[in-house]
């Protein structure tokens, strides 16, 4: 089994491995940089699987940044019934695409 983690960034959990490609939250960081994520909640290194409380001590995982990226839109109707009154708002979230470099 290869080694893999959980990392907590934007408020969600993300499961990595290295080498894999992964879109967070906007992180201001620019393309090309790397970025050590401390939040990591477990961490595997193939045989043994340590998990934190929140976090594990100690632990890090190194993101390699590719670039910003648009996420899907995601659009908010509300309507008040008999009313005629509506709004639609639509949004959609800045994303950094990330390469896994390293767990440790």
Not at 2 to 22: F, H, M, N, P, S
Not at 72 to 90: I, M, P, Q, T
Request: zero cysteines; glycine letters at 10%; hydrophobic letters at 45%.
């Amino acid at each position: 089994m290869e080694a893999y983690a959980v990392l907590e960034t934007g408020g969600k959990q993300t499961l990595v491995k290295v080498g894999q490609k992964i879109e967070i939250e906007k992180l201001s960081v620019e393309a090309g940089q790397d970025v050590e994520i401390a939040t990591v909640l477990a961490v595997s290194d193939g045989k043994a699987l340590k998990v934190g409380k929140p976090y594990v001590e100690g632990a890090k995982v190194v993101l390699t940044v590719d670039g910003v990226v648009k996420g899907k839109k995601v659009l908010n109707f509300k309507a008040k019934r008999r009313k005629g009154a509506r709004r639609l708002v639509g949004h959609r979230q800045q994303l950094t695409v990330a390469t896994v470099k390293a767990i440790a």
